[in-house]
């Protein structure tokens, strides 16, 4: 039986966007003549990807994002990408699926399917638009009597994230997302 040692990497997602990162040596007992272990190099590690990803962070930092604001929206029986769409609609009023999902960065197909929720609901209405394909979205009175019930809710939630990062901060994360739509066109 002879031994070799292989590279045994761990790591944690802390609560916070912090990576806590430990290497050991670990020396494996093996009854076969070669043992191969595949160790990618240090500049694509997972770790180092899980440290510098701007994908991971910011799916990972809506989702607790959501989490806040759903818990404020909870007693009105409305989600965060509810509310959001609610708003969405309210500013454009009138508008067709279409236009909705590209100010959305949305695609049609997703934003229909999120949109069923709330036409359940009575919250928005789906109606004729300009042409006979076209479909215009509509703010219910009933869609705009929750979205005003919503608002006090969303303040809240909104308090919340300030306390952390400061209204500036805010102000700067919004901005700096803002700027990543560039990327996309």
């Not at 020396?27 to 043992?35: D, F, G, H, N």
């Not at 109606?127 to 006979?132: S, V």
């Not at 306390?163 to 066109?185: M, P, W, Y």
Request: net charge positive; charged share 20%.
């Amino acid at each position: 039986m002879r031994s070799t040692t292989q590279t045994e990497r761990s790591f944690l997602l802390a609560d916070a966007p912090f990576l806590s990162y430990q290497r050991k040596q670990k020396t494996i007992a093996c009854s076969v003549e070669k043992v191969y272990i595949h160790v990618m190099p240090d500049s694509l590690s997972p770790i180092e990807v899980a440290k510098r990803c701007a994908g991971m962070s910011v799916r990972r930092t809506s989702r607790l994002l959501g989490v806040i604001y759903d818990a404020e929206f909870a007693p009105l029986g409305l989600k965060s990408t509810q509310f959001s769409l609610l708003v969405a609609v309210s500013l454009m009023d009138g508008a067709g699926i279409q236009s909705l999902a590209a100010a959305m960065q949305m695609d049609r197909t997703t934003l229909t399917r999120n949109l069923k929720p709330l036409q359940s609901n009575d919250w928005v209405a789906v109606g004729a638009g300009a042409d006979q394909r076209s479909k215009a979205l509509q703010q219910t009175s009933k869609g705009k009597t929750l979205l005003a019930k919503a608002m006090p809710a969303w303040e809240r939630a909104q308090q919340k994230v300030e306390s952390v990062l400061g209204a500036d901060g805010v102000g700067q994360l919004n901005e700096t997302l803002r700027r990543i739509e560039v990327l996309v066109g």
